[in-house]
């Protein structure tokens, strides 16, 4: 795709894009450059200092640095707003355009497959507080290739794990010692500056400066006046005001009257443009002004891709509005309400509202959201409209029956259900007789219940508004079509549910909300009875219904959607993929808190932790649900964390904790509710199915059997063949452990055709190495003929046997009969690698729990090996275990 043909990009991209430091007058920090020089190639840099430290123009001398070494750069300055996952993903997308040219490739896969080398640069980190976007940062730098490198400016030390990338020798750091000017970088900064000081006055400036980029900058600024230098410094050290301060207010009282009103009147603007300017300023001719301020260079930067847009340095706007609240208190609301009015004249709502709110005119800003919320909810807007609804007193909202209304939409979608329902019965828009509200009242019944996991309750409250159909609101009847077909596909019969999505799509309109909710019904349906390709396809189109084409790519859907693909795309096998929708829907999941997402986001989250050998960060992971299920109150939540963790202790072969945990999941009034009705988090992972596990692995095999058909029965009675194909996979590995090899081979046959079919991939893969030995059993009989009747087949099964690796490959350790101790004793450190690899822990994971390097890890495990005499990890685990060595 040509630049031309691309879409164009927001205005707010514009400013965030380019840096809005300069290297001040040609001046070169050479100890930025020594640092860099000596760093060599780290992953990560952080430059990090209080405000005014010249942050940004440390990094942007890196910049240029890189730049002369011919590393391709981008450049990202953050907000508040990129706290919001989707709207993170679109700034860093249009960030790394030079790397992404098409504008169509996953930025995560176009920063981690990108071959020559580059620095992405992100300004303001201190800014992002959400868990989700520092996990997307932190996975970001995890991934990157050689040559590629991530440069952070904050205030304060990011939580992206820096002691192992500092172990590592992967990190550098520029504090603020490093920051700080020193005497020879004050006296040449000033002199290019034309201010140029006795030694004297100029260690007096760099002591009660300290080295302080901003004071110094605001100093030179003060020292142009003529006459200006000895009673400025001579006033400067005795003050007891702070050095900001007192600087900044002797640099705007030297402003000429227009330009001094200019500066103040305009700092409520985040972007300044000649128009906006002149309607807050009509009696100022603003584009003179800008002309000379332009010309002058000194306070406003122009924004790099939005021609005749400018703003502040961040401190200077910080002081013109402080300045302006004591000057003038009553300007901050006129000139919020000129530009909220300037912005609804161009017809863009959203920087008018945000105008409105900020100035305090909330009348106007109810007038605006009567207006406007409508579109913005049809879109799915949830998050916006939330932010706004909850800057308005709900004694203010309460009086606007409608927007209330739509208020209990937003807030159940970003704040969840038991929220929005304690705001609608406070609201009191429940006893209103507007046709309106009691259309949407009529849906949010049954989605809040619902959602609260209360389905019969939510079934009752939907029946009675489907008799008041239609109501003439498409996107609250479409609502109620769609929740309507969720609940009875849990509790009721699948033929009804299909047609309540039926009148669903019938009745939508231009919902791109609404479209996402039906496609991902519909999908989880198709995922239920096995048809896992539709599913996969239909969680893909929900997702990119509700993304905004303009700015956001298909990671953009909300948490409904987006953790329903993940799960399609975790059982396809795409960790990676998998991962980053995790990072960007577990945080919304998290906020939203409906039962099966919380379950099915952190099960993911947990077991991609495990197979790659983070076992640390696997069990905090069901740590941390655990914990947000009790406050919250949530039993199946909690009882699934713990039935989760006992699929980890399993996988590791400890028999005891599996079992433990098993018997404190056991919470009788949560699995005969999940026994009645089908939700989506335990079509595969049920007390039930665990209990199969466990017994199937430490019990008796032969009993196993006997539970599974009834079970299979039901599941195919009610076609529920996704939860059918796990039965088999046990089935078939029950009749293996009882020595039935033929059943279990010929059960395991007809369950990888039906699963290479649809693509089935992690509901065998998630059985481990017990299912290792009867797969190459299969497989090699499938190989064995000379013309196999289904390629396809053999290839599918020979892609599992591959993506088990070594559990499939080689020689399982039991076929060995090792002497009673090793030839050679194993060295503390050897058994304490031993552990670590009997619990799954990957070399890396290992590496950094021991602080050695990976290449010391290896060292261990050969020698391990050459110890016990074995061939393999799989093989030394066992024989530690016999040998008693390990547990």
């Not at 590592?168 to 490093?178: K, T, V």
């Not at 008018?352 to 207006?371: F, M, N, Q, S, V």
């Not at 699963?755 to 992690?762: K, L, T």
């Amino acid at each position: 795709m040509s630049a031309s043909q691309r879409r164009p990009l927001p205005e707010f991209f514009g400013s965030k894009l380019t840096p809005v430091a300069r290297l001040a007058d040609g001046i070169f920090r050479t100890g930025i450059e020594q640092l860099a020089n000596v760093a060599g190639a780290p992953r990560l840099v952080v430059v990090c200092g209080p405000a005014g430290f010249g942050k940004t123009t440390a990094m942007v001398q890196l910049r240029e640095l890189y730049e002369r070494q011919q590393m391709v750069t981008a450049w990202l300055t953050l907000d508040r707003a990129d706290n919001d996952i989707p709207r993170f993903l679109a700034s860093i997308t249009a960030a790394t355009g030079a790397l992404n040219p098409d504008g169509h490739s996953d930025v995560m896969d176009t920063l981690s497959s990108e071959t020559g080398p580059f620095a992405l640069f992100l300004d303001d980190f201190e800014l992002i507080q959400e868990a989700g976007v520092v996990d997307l940062v932190r996975e970001i730098i995890d991934r990157l290739p050689r040559g590629g490198r991530v440069v952070i400016g904050t205030r304060v030390q990011p939580e992206l794990g820096l002691g192992r990338l500092r172990a590592r020798g992967q990190l550098m750091e520029i504090d603020a010692d490093a920051l700080r000017f020193t005497a020879v970088e004050t006296d040449d900064f000033l002199r290019r500056r034309g201010a140029e000081l006795s030694s004297r006055d100029l260690e007096d400036v760099v002591a009660r400066t300290e080295g302080w980029p901003a004071a110094l900058w605001l100093l030179s600024l003060a020292l142009q006046r003529p006459g200006a230098r000895l009673s400025l410094v001579s006033r400067l050290l005795v003050s007891d005001r702070g050095v900001t301060d007192y600087l900044s207010e002797e640099v705007l009282a030297q402003q000429p009257p227009d330009v001094r009103t200019f500066l103040l009147r305009t700092s409520v603007l985040r972007q300044l443009s000649l128009p906006v300017c002149q309607a807050l300023l009509p009696q100022i001719n603003c584009a003179e002004v800008l002309k000379n301020l332009e010309r002058s260079n000194v306070f406003l930067s122009a924004i790099a891709g939005a021609e005749g847009h400018y703003r502040y340095h961040s401190l200077f706007a910080d002081f013109l509005k402080a300045q302006l609240d004591r000057e003038q208190p009553e300007q901050p609301a006129r000139l919020h309400l000129a530009a909220s009015g300037w912005y609804e004249e161009q017809g863009r709502p959203v920087p008018a509202i945000d105008h409105a709110i900020e100035g305090g005119d909330l009348p106007h800003a109810l007038d605006l959201l009567e207006r406007h919320a409508s579109a913005l909810l049809e879109a799915g807007r949830m998050r916006l409209l939330d932010r706004w609804f909850c800057a308005i007193p709900e004694s203010l909202l309460g009086r606007q029956v409608r927007l209330a209304t739509i208020a209990v939409w937003a807030r159940c979608f970003t704040q969840g259900p038991w929220k929005a329902m304690e705001w609608l019965d406070r609201s009191g828009v429940s006893s209103s007789e507007d046709p309106v509200v009691r259309a949407h009242l009529q849906a949010q019944r049954p989605v809040l219940l619902a959602m609260m996991d209360r389905y019969d309750d939510a079934q009752h409250a939907g029946e009675a508004g489907l008799s008041n159909l239609p109501t003439g609101q498409t996107f609250a009847d479409s609502a109620l079509f769609n929740a309507m077909a969720h609940i009875v596909s849990v509790v009721g019969d699948r033929r009804d549910a299909q047609n309540f999505l039926r009148d669903a799509r019938q009745s939508q309109s231009d919902s791109a909300f609404n479209r996402m909710y039906t496609e991902t019904i519909e999908g989880v349906l198709d995922l239920r009875e096995g048809r896992f390709r539709e599913a996969l396809a239909r969680f893909r189109v929900a997702v990119a219904s509700n993304a905004r084409p303009d700015i956001y790519r298909h990671d953009s859907g909300n948490a409904w959607a987006g953790i329903f693909l993940a799960e399609a795309v975790y059982e396809s096998n795409d960790l990676d993929a998998a991962e980053r929708l995790l990072n960007v829907y577990l945080p919304m999941a998290r906020n939203v808190g409906l039962p099966d997402h919380l379950i099915t986001s952190h099960r993911l989250r947990s077991r991609i932790h495990f197979w790659r050998g983070n076992v640390d960060a696997a069990f905090q992971t069901l740590g941390e649900l655990e914990t947000l299920a009790h406050d919250r109150h949530l039993p199946r939540v909690v009882a699934s964390a713990r039935l989760e963790r006992s699929w980890l202790f399993l996988m590791q072969g400890n028999e005891p904790a599996s079992r433990d945990e098993l018997l404190s999941a056991d919470d009788p009034v949560v699995w005969e509710a999940v026994a009645r009705q089908a939700r989506s988090a335990h079509e595969l992972e049920d007390h039930f199915i665990a209990r199969l596990r466990f017994d199937l692995h430490f019990g008796d095999a032969a009993d196993v059997i006997g539970r599974i058909d009834p079970e299979w029965r039901r599941g195919m009675s009610a076609s529920r063949r996704y939860r059918v194909t796990k039965l088999r996979v046990l089935l078939a590995m029950a009749f293996y452990r009882t020595g039935d090899v033929g059943r279990a081979t010929a059960e395991l046959n007809v369950t990888l055709r039906d699963a290479s079919r649809e693509g089935f991939v992690r509901i065998l893969l998630d059985e481990g190495a017990a299912l290792a030995p009867l797969l190459r059993r299969v497989f090699s009989e499938l190989a064995d003929r000379t013309s196999p009747t289904d390629p396809v087949l053999v290839s599918y099964s020979q892609g599992l046997l591959e993506a088990l690796g070594p559990l499939a490959t080689e020689e399982v350790a039991q076929d060995f009969q090792p002497e009673g101790h090793p030839r050679e004793e194993l060295t503390v450190k050897e058994i304490r690698v031993l552990q670590l690899l009997a619990e799954g822990y990957s070399n890396a994971a290992m590496a950094e729990k021991l602080f050695v390097s990976d290449s010391t890890v290896r060292t261990h495990l050969r020698n391990i090996n050459a110890k016990l005499d074995c061939r393999s990890r799989t093989q030394a685990v066992a024989v530690a275990r016999r040998l008693g060595l390990i547990r």
